[in-house]
Every structure is written in structure tokens, then in C-alpha cells.
């Protein structure tokens, strides 16, 4: 189900898809690219609360949004979303923003290996890669046909480590790594901008906490949480970084000089300890 908020466009950019859209980064990367003249589809399981987020950036941004419902835990939603996203027109750009948080571990605590379910491990896959790997195939074509694209993936730092009681959240967020890399080397030369993003560290607005000592799960800066898009940031007392600043890094990446393309980068805030 897709519905149009705001005006039309005539800025002739193409379309910027953000699938994950929840109330920090997803929803500053979708402003952006608002803000600097792309009609925008943000994708999410909960078309309620996406609608809204569209109405606000479409009133705030003079541009065309437009409200995707996604099931990346679907393969089937997968494909009718982008059906609908690519009757918008060219997709320029993709920024892949989602993964599943189990209900086993809401606030981010560990659990047991051998307490995992297997459905709930295998929708982890889907929705960190399984379903990044179906969006890119859907964008790629119009791609390379028009030359250029960014493709941009959210991480973490589970991206590179694994963490005892996370393996649902690791071997996703590994696979798609991998992903991104592939890519990038398979595209490059059709002028296609595939890259990695690693967030270390919690998003969202500095909050007055304790530091979580080193080793601890906190620690580890799991940033986003659930598959509609980030999390609220409530595992961790480190300074929570801002999404609109995070969100200009994407843009930095979709606008940088392909001289020079970055395939892989990692953010965190001054406070972190190595």
C-alpha cells in the first residue's frame, strides 16, 4: 500500500528510497534528501506511523513523499513495495536502514545461544540481508541503464565483531557487510556508489546517563532497532548522535566525487572509548 503526500516535484532528480524509516535516522536520511530536491519513498512495516512521518517531512521540505508499507521479513512485500516505488520512476538512490530486533532481546540484552528460535534467527536473516539483497536487485537495473546510483547500507559495530548473545543481530549484520562489498566491486564501473555505513554508537538526542562500562552489552552500540527503522537509543548512556548530522554523511557519500568513492566508513561520537 503507497500513499502521496505533498506536491509534485520538478526538480528532474530521481528517487530516493529509504527502506527502515523510524523516528531518528531513517527519518533525517528521508529528509535530506527531501531538503536537497529528491522526491523521497520511505518504506516501513507500519503505514500509519510512516504516513505521518511523510506529512511532516512533506510540509516541512515543500517536497513529494511518498509512504511505502514494507515487509522486509517478506520477500513478496519486498517485491510489491518496489513495484510501487519504482512506478515513482528512476531510483537514484537506495538507503537500506532496517533489521529485526527479536522480541527475545527488546532492550537490547543478550540471549543464550541455545535459547534462540530458528523462525527468529531465520527473520533476523531475512530482514538484515535477505531483503537488502532483493532491493538492490530491484534498483540496480535502472541503474546501470541511466549510469549512476548510490546504494547505501546501515550497520553497526556488530557489523564486524560478534558479540556473545547477539548472533541473530552479528551473522545478519555480517552477511550484509559482505553484501556491500560485493556490490560495490561488482558496480563501480557501471557508476553505481555502493557503500557500508557502521554506526558505533546510539542515535539519538544526548541523554544524562551513566557511561556503560567497557565489555558490557551497551558498550557494544547496537544503534537501531527493529525492522520499521532505529531504535530509541535506550540501551547505552554514551552521548547519542544527532541523525540530521548522521543523515549528512549519507548525503555526503551520494554526492561524492566518484574519483574517490568511500566503500566502507564508521561514525562515532568524541566520547566513545576505544
Not at 527502506?19 to 523510524?22: E, I, L, P, T, Y
Not at 520512476?89 to 537514484?92: I, N, R, S, T, Y
Not at 558490557?216 to 557494544?220: G, I, Y
Given at each position: 500500500?503507497?500513499?502521496?503526500?505533498g506536491?509534485s516535484?520538478?526538480?528532474?532528480?530521481?528517487?530516493?528510497a529509504v527502506?527502515?524509516?523510524?523516528p531518528?535516522?531513517g527519518?533525517s536520511?528521508?529528509r535530506k534528501?527531501?531538503?536537497e530536491?529528491y522526491?523521497?519513498?520511505?518504506?516501513?512495516?507500519d503505514?500509519?506511523r510512516?504516513?505521518?512521518v511523510a506529512?511532516e517531512?512533506?510540509?516541512e521540505?515543500k517536497a513529494?513523499v511518498?509512504?511505502i508499507?514494507?515487509?522486509c521479513a517478506?520477500?513478496r512485500?519486498?517485491r510489491e513495495?518496489f513495484?510501487?516505488?519504482?512506478?515513482l520512476?528512476?531510483?537514484?538512490v537506495?538507503?537500506?536502514n532496517a533489521?529485526h530486533s527479536?522480541?527475545?532481546?527488546?532492550?537490547?540484552?543478550?540471549t543464550s545461544f541455545?535459547?534462540?528460535p530458528?523462525?527468529?534467527?531465520?527473520?533476523?536473516?531475512s530482514?538484515?540481508?535477505?531483503a537488502?539483497?532483493l532491493?538492490?536487485?530491484?534498483?540496480?537495473?535502472?541503474?546501470m541503464?541511466k549510469g549512476?546510483?548510490?546504494?547505501?547500507?546501515?550497520g553497526?559495530s556488530?557489523?564486524?565483531n560478534?558479540v556473545a548473545?547477539?548472533?541473530e543481530?552479528?551473522c545478519?549484520?555480517?552477511a550484509?557487510?559482505a553484501?556491500?562489498q560485493?556490490?560495490a566491486?561488482?558496480?563501480?564501473a557501471?557508476?553505481?556508489?555502493?557503500?557500508h555505513v557502521i554506526?558505533?554508537g546510539?542515535v539519538?538526542?544526548?541523554?544524562e546517563?551513566?557511561?556503560?562500562?567497557?565489555g558490557?552489552?551497551?558498550?557494544?552500540s547496537?544503534n537501531?532497532?527493529g525492522?520499521d527503522?532505529e531504535?530509541?537509543?535506550?540501551s547505552?548512556?554514551?552521548m547519542?548522535m544527532d541523525?540530521?548530522?548522521l543523515?549528512q554523511t549519507?548525503?555526503?557519500l551520494h554526492v561524492?566525487d566518484?574519483?574517490?568513492?568511500?566503500?566502507?566508513?564508521?561514525?562515532?561520537?568524541s566520547?566513545?572509548?576505544?
Open positions: 500500500m503507497m500513499r502521496n503526500v506536491s516535484s520538478s526538480s528532474g532528480k530521481g528517487i530516493a527502506v527502515g524509516v523510524g531518528q535516522l527519518r536520511v528521508a534528501f527531501a531538503h530536491g522526491t523521497v519513498a520511505i518504506l516501513a512495516r503505514l500509519g510512516l504516513s505521518r506529512e517531512i512533506a510540509r521540505e513529494q511518498f509512504a508499507r514494507i515487509d517478506d520477500p512485500s519486498v513495495a513495484e510501487g516505488v519504482l512506478s520512476g528512476f531510483v537514484e537506495l538507503v537500506y533489521y527479536s522480541s527475545s532481546y527488546p532492550s537490547h540484552h543478550p541455545t535459547h534462540i530458528f523462525q527468529s534467527f531465520q527473520t533476523s536473516i530482514v538484515s540481508v535477505f537488502a539483497f532491493c538492490a536487485q530491484q534498483v540496480i537495473p535502472g541503474m541503464d549512476k546510483g548510490t546504494i547505501l547500507f546501515s553497526c556488530a557489523s564486524l560478534g548473545g547477539f548472533s543481530l552479528c545478519g549484520k555480517f550484509l557487510r553484501l556491500s560485493c556490490l566491486r561488482e558496480y563501480q557501471f557508476g553505481i556508489h555502493v557503500a554506526i558505533d546510539v539519538g538526542p544526548p541523554r546517563r551513566n557511561i556503560a562500562p567497557r558490557t552489552v551497551a558498550e557494544q547496537f537501531t532497532g525492522q527503522g531504535g530509541e537509543g535506550e547505552s548512556g554514551v547519542g541523525p540530521d548530522v543523515a549519507y548525503w555526503s561524492q566518484q574519483r574517490a568513492w568511500t566503500q566502507e566508513l564508521d561514525i562515532r561520537p566520547n566513545t572509548r576505544f
